[in-house]
């Protein structure tokens, strides 16, 4: 078996450039220690073989720890992580970062419920998060424990009382439709959004803004040439679709 010669070891910015006697390698530091890869010395193929893989798992391990540095990440999102960079034999990689606690799908869980919660979204969402991420369902499951239903119906309550703030300048029945929307984003499920929205106490302060919607109609419809009962009917039934009372809207007509 023939030996493998190292010609030259040059220090690059995030590597070594090792040159030897069959081939050009990038070496990661730690191979360089571990293995007192240095000018002359030479290995039998078998030894070098062995610092290749060693190197390649080394190379790939700090890759993650890099990918890392911008969140914590699931078992899934870490194995196609290594895929994507070309790195098939990604289950050594794996095993080192089990061990040293840089991967724990129920710690993970636990922790964008919690995380997702204090942000006050609904359970649903956090799902979503979780499936996105590719944790497994019955760690989702579990890590949904803590999100009970009495913690979702408060948290809607809170969220939609926040909301409805900024919704008082539109009719009820809009501020309904509007808030259910928005609520559904957030990821509440619809039996808590309905128990939430009959709960609620509503101000309705959209007169002026009928009157601003009445004018503007009234202005785009008079350059209709239709009847008078036809532009009547028409600004009704555009003020009705915005969500005002028919009761209501008479009463500026």
């Known amino acids: 078996m023939s030996n493998v010669k190292i010609i030259s070891v040059e220090a690059k910015k995030s590597y070594y450039l090792v040159t030897t006697s069959i081939n050009d390698y990038k070496f990661d530091e730690d191979t360089i220690v571990k293995y007192e890869v240095f000018n002359d010395k030479v290995y039998e193929k078998k030894e070098f073989d062995k610092i290749i893989k060693y190197n390649e798992e080394q190379i790939a391990f700090n890759k993650v720890i890099r990918y890392l540095g911008y ?9 196609k992580y290594l895929k994507d960079k070309g790195i098939d034999n990604y289950k050594p990689t ?15 869980a636990c922790d964008l419920v919690n995380y997702y919660m ?8 956090i799902l979503k998060k979780m499936d996105e991420k590719g944790i497994d369902e019955s760690i989702r499951q579990k890590a949904m424990a ?22 008082s300048k539109y009719p009820i029945r809009k501020q309904k439709t509007t808030l259910y929307s928005k609520l559904q984003a957030k990821g509440f499920s619809s039996e ?16 002026d803004n009928l009157k601003k919607d009445y004018e503007k109609l009234l202005a785009k419809v008079n350059k209709k040439d239709i009847s008078e009962a036809e532009k009547k009917s028409y600004v009704i039934e555009r003020l009705m679709a915005k969500g005002y009372e028919y009761k209501v809207i008479k009463t500026i007509l």
Request: hydrophobic letters at 35%; glycine letters at 4%.
């Open 94 to 108: 794996l095993k080192k970062l089990i061990e040293y606690g840089y991967i724990n799908d129920e710690k993970l």
């Open 146 to 167: 803590i999100y009970d239903k009495d913690s979702e119906i408060e948290i809607c309550y809170l969220v939609s009382q926040k909301e409805l703030e900024r919704l």
């Open 192 to 207: 808590v959004i309905r128990l939430t929205i009959d709960k609620l106490d509503y101000i309705d302060d959209s007169l």
């Open 118 to 125: 204090e942000l006050k979204k609904g359970p649903l969402y």
């Open 71 to 79: 969140g914590p990440r699931s078992k899934l999102e870490i194995i």
